[in-house]
């Protein structure tokens, strides 16, 4: 499984994919691109937490938005959609 977040212009990178975004128009457009077993959800990409854990999360360019006072929030978010509960920014 595959956890998208957000859309990577519309991509499909394996069998099932979760695609997360704050956009419905980014979503629809899409959705309108993409064929086959797609998860779609609008959701705040910083409030989502996975239903399920995932192999692999593909943010893209998006790494460069994250606020920095988000960014330990954002990579704990990472870590438990890959079913790890440390955030990789921790040094201790």
């Known amino acids: 499984m595959v956890l998208a977040v957000p859309i990577d ?3 499909r990178v394996g ?3 979760t695609v997360v975004d ?3 128009e980014a979503v629809d457009i899409a959705r309108s691109k ?3 077993d ?3 959800q609008v959701a705040d990409v910083f409030e989502f937490r ?3 854990t995932y192999d692999t999360v593909s943010f893209s360019f998006w790494l460069s938005h994250v606020p ?3 960014f330990a929030s954002f990579w704990e978010l990472v870590g438990e959609c890959v079913g790890h509960r ?3 920014t921790d040094s201790g």
């Open 50 to 52: 996975p239903e399920r």
């Open 68 to 70: 920095i006072e988000r």
């Open 86 to 88: 440390n955030c990789p």
């Open 34 to 36: 993409v064929s086959g």
């Open 9 to 11: 212009n519309g991509h």
């Open 22 to 24: 704050s956009s419905p």
């Open 15 to 17: 069998h099932l994919v």
């Open 38 to 40: 797609v998860g779609w």
